[in-house]
Nanobody, 137 residues
Framework: RVQLVESGGGSVQAGGTLRLSCALSGNIHSGACLAWFRQAPGKEREGVASIDSTGTTAYADSVQGRFTISEDNAKTTLFLQMNSLKPEDTATYHC???????????????????????????????WGKGTAVTVSS
C-alpha cells in the first residue's frame, strides 16, 4: 500500500503561482506513474498531469504551458508548480499513484464518471485526500 499526503494549497489571485507537494510513503515501486488530478465543486474529476518512470510528463490541455510536474529522485515527493493561475483552476488537487508494468507509458490522465485512468487504461491505485486551491479574479 502507498500513502499520499498533499500540501501547499491556498488562495491566490489570478496570475499568481502556487507549488503543491505530495509526500509518498509505503511500498513504492520505481516503475510507478505519479499524477495529479483535481475536482472542482459540482464538477467531474479532471486529470492534470503525470510523470512516469522514464521522466516522461503529460499534461491536460487546460494546464499545458502553465503547470509543471516533477518528482524527487527517490520518488518520495511529487510536485506541481502552477503558474499563471486562472479562476477555473480552483479545485481540490489530489496526487495519485499508479503501479504500471514495465515499459508501459502513463500518458495523460483521463477521468470519466468519477474514475480516472492513464492513457494506457490503468486505474489509479492510491490517492491522497487533496489540498484546496482557490484562485480569485
Amino acid at each position: 500500500r502507498v500513502q499520499l499526503v498533499e500540501s501547499g494549497g491556498g488562495s491566490v489571485q489570478a496570475g499568481g503561482t502556487l507549488r503543491l507537494s505530495c509526500a509518498l510513503s509505503g511500498n513504492i515501486h520505481s516503475g510507478a506513474c505519479l499524477a495529479w488530478f483535481r475536482q472542482a465543486p459540482g464538477k467531474e474529476r479532471e486529470g492534470v498531469a503525470s510523470i512516469d518512470s522514464t521522466g516522461t510528463t503529460a499534461y491536460a490541455d487546460s494546464v499545458q504551458g502553465r503547470f509543471t510536474i516533477s518528482e524527487d529522485n527517490a520518488k518520495t515527493t511529487l510536485f506541481l508548480q502552477m503558474n499563471s493561475l486562472k479562476p477555473e483552476d480552483t479545485a481540490t488537487y489530489h496526487c495519485a499513484y499508479v503501479n504500471l508494468p514495465s515499459r508501459v507509458e502513463c500518458g495523460v490522465i483521463r477521468c470519466y464518471d468519477g474514475y480516472c485512468r492513464t492513457a494506457t487504461n490503468f486505474g489509479l491505485d492510491f490517492w491522497g485526500k487533496g489540498t484546496a486551491v482557490t484562485v480569485s479574479s
